[in-house]
C-alpha cells in the first residue's frame, strides 16, 4: 500500500516559533508538493520540489521555506510562525511521466494551530 | 494560467438521490483530470481521473466524462449513500506541468 506520511496529525506554535513539518513517502516518487487547505479556498500550493535539492516556489510562499536533502522526505519550515498560517497542510507526492501527469498521493494532513 | 471552478456547497441530498457536481477548467493544451475526495479529518484519495478527451473516469460508483468541447468534468452519481458524505475537489494537472491545480472543493452532506 503506498504510504504519504506527515509526523503530526496536530500541531500548537507559538507566534515567532520556528516550526517544521515532516512528510515522508515510501514510493520513490520524484515530485514532492506541500499545500495548505482553507475554507472557500481550496488547496493553494506553497512548494513543490521535482528532485532531491531542487525546489520551485508555488502559488503562496511567503513566509515558508522547504528542505529535500533525500528524495523519500520534503520538509515545510515557517521561519516566524504568525497566526494567519494557522491552517490545514497537506504533503502530497507524484512521480513523473513524460507527456502524462500522473496523480498525486496525500499524507493525512497536519492541522496547525499558532496561537 | 490554468485554473478550476467548481460549483459551490455544501449540497446536501437524500439517500439515494442522484449526484451532480459541476467542474470546468481553464487549461492549455491537454491535461489530466481528476477527482479527489476527502473524508472527515482525513487527507486527499483520488476518486477517478481521465487523461484524454472522451476519457470517462469512474470509481464506487462515481462517474465523470472528460468534455473538452465544454471544458468540463462534471461528477455523478447514480444513487447517493450516507457514507458519500465529504468534500470533493476537482484538479488538473497540465501537460507540462508537475503540479496539480484544484478547484475550491465541494461539500456534499447526505442525509438518511
Known amino acids: 500500500d503506498v504510504k504519504v506520511t506527515q509526523s503530526s496529525r496536530y500541531l500548537v506554535k507559538r507566534t515567532g516559533e520556528k516550526v517544521f513539518l515532516e512528510c515522508v513517502q515510501d514510493?520513490?516518487?520524484?515530485?514532492m508538493f506541500w499545500y495548505r487547505q482553507d475554507p472557500g479556498l481550496g488547496l493553494r500550493l506553497i512548494y513543490f520540489?521535482?528532485?532531491?535539492?531542487?525546489?520551485e516556489k508555488g502559488d503562496i510562499p511567503e513566509g515558508y521555506s522547504v528542505s529535500r536533502e533525500k528524495k523519500e522526505r520534503f520538509s515545510l519550515i515557517l521561519e516566524s510562525a504568525s497566526t494567519n498560517q494557522t491552517s490545514m497542510y497537506l504533503c502530497?507526492?507524484?512521480?513523473?511521466?513524460?507527456?502524462?501527469?500522473?496523480?498525486?498521493?496525500f499524507g493525512q494532513g497536519t492541522r496547525l494551530t499558532v496561537v | 494560467g490554468d485554473s478550476v471552478t467548481q460549483m459551490e456547497g455544501p449540497v446536501t441530498l437524500s439517500e439515494e438521490a442522484f449526484l451532480t457536481i459541476n467542474c470546468t477548467y481553464t487549461?492549455?493544451?491537454?491535461?489530466?483530470l481528476f477527482w479527489y475526495v476527502q473524508y472527515p479529518g482525513e487527507g486527499l484519495q483520488l476518486l477517478l481521473k481521465a487523461t484524454k478527451a472522451d476519457d470517462k473516469g469512474s470509481n464506487k460508483g462515481f462517474e465523470a466524462t472528460y468534455r473538452k468541447e465544454t471544458t468540463s468534468f462534471h461528477l455523478e452519481k447514480g444513487s447517493v449513500q450516507v457514507s458519500d458524505s465529504a468534500v470533493y475537489f476537482c484538479?488538473?494537472?497540465?501537460?507540462?506541468?508537475?503540479?496539480?491545480?484544484f478547484g475550491s472543493g465541494t461539500r456534499l452532506l447526505v442525509r438518511p
Open positions: 514510493m520513490d516518487h520524484e515530485n
Open positions: 487549461a492549455t493544451g491537454y491535461p489530466s
Open positions: 484538479a488538473l494537472s497540465g501537460d507540462s506541468s508537475y503540479k496539480l491545480i
Open positions: 520540489s521535482y528532485d532531491v535539492k531542487m525546489k
Open positions: 502530497a507526492s507524484s512521480s513523473y511521466s513524460t507527456g502524462l501527469n500522473t496523480e498525486a498521493f
